[in-house]
């Protein structure tokens, strides 16, 4: 595994395993000149490109959230579809968002995480659900929108 030292300031940081919008994130940070970290185990191939850093972690189920949740900083914004990593960043004062432009919060995290709990119970009692749908080109576009107002509001919040 390679750490990478961040520099100062609000860094994109990625659940890069199974993320269906890496090329928009790194499109949009592009734009506003923020670098992005692609954090994903070994299982992925991903490659660095301008402004994109990769870290490559264990395989495991966990292993990429928890070198996520244990090099974030207040201020970051952290892009997962895993509400426990979610709500580890959101109590390290990270913004959030999902692949597809949901932006979690406290006051949503609560719900999401009992959803969570109920779900693992059901898999553990046999009954398995097929998984969330293949993203669309429409979500892809309403997520690039939205991560280009969430990092509009976090540079304004960061430059007064």
């Given at each position: 595994?390679?750490?990478?030292?961040?520099?100062?300031?609000?860094?994109?940081?990625?659940?890069g395993?199974?993320?269906?919008?890496?090329?928009?994130?790194?499109?949009?940070?592009?734009?506003?000149?923020?670098?992005?970290?692609?954090?994903?185990?070994?299982?992925?191939?991903?490659?660095?490109?301008?402004?994109?850093?990769?870290?490559?972690?264990?395989?495991?189920?966990?292993?990429?959230?928890l070198?996520?949740?244990?090099?974030?900083?207040?201020?970051?914004?952290?892009?997962?579809?895993?509400?426990?990593?979610?709500?580890?960043?959101?109590?390290?004062?990270?913004?959030?968002?999902s692949?597809?432009?949901?932006?979690?919060?406290?006051?949503?995290?609560?719900?999401?995480?009992?959803?969570?709990?109920?779900?693992?119970?059901?898999?553990?009692?046999?009954?398995?659900?097929?998984?969330?749908?293949?993203?669309?080109?429409?979500?892809?576009?309403?997520?690039?929108?939205?991560?280009?107002?969430?990092?509009?509001?976090?540079?304004?919040?960061?430059?007064?």
């Amino acid at each position: 595994m390679r750490i990478i030292v961040k520099s100062k300031g609000l860094t994109i940081v990625v659940d890069g395993d199974a993320c269906p919008v890496k090329k928009e994130i790194a499109a949009v940070a592009r734009k506003f000149g923020i670098p992005v970290l692609l954090v994903s185990s070994y299982d992925h191939a991903l490659q660095a490109e301008e402004g994109v850093s990769v870290v490559q972690v264990e395989r495991g189920a966990d292993s990429a959230d928890l070198y996520i949740a244990n090099h974030v900083s207040a201020g970051d914004l952290v892009i997962t579809q895993d509400y426990g990593l979610a709500a580890l960043a959101l109590g390290k004062r990270c913004s959030v968002l999902s692949f597809r432009g949901l932006e979690y919060d406290n006051s949503n995290m609560d719900l999401m995480l009992e959803g969570r709990h109920a779900r693992a119970v059901e898999r553990r009692r046999g009954k398995y659900s097929k998984g969330p749908k293949p993203i669309t080109a429409e979500e892809k576009i309403f997520f690039q929108h939205k991560l280009t107002k969430v990092l509009a509001l976090l540079q304004e919040n960061v430059e007064r």
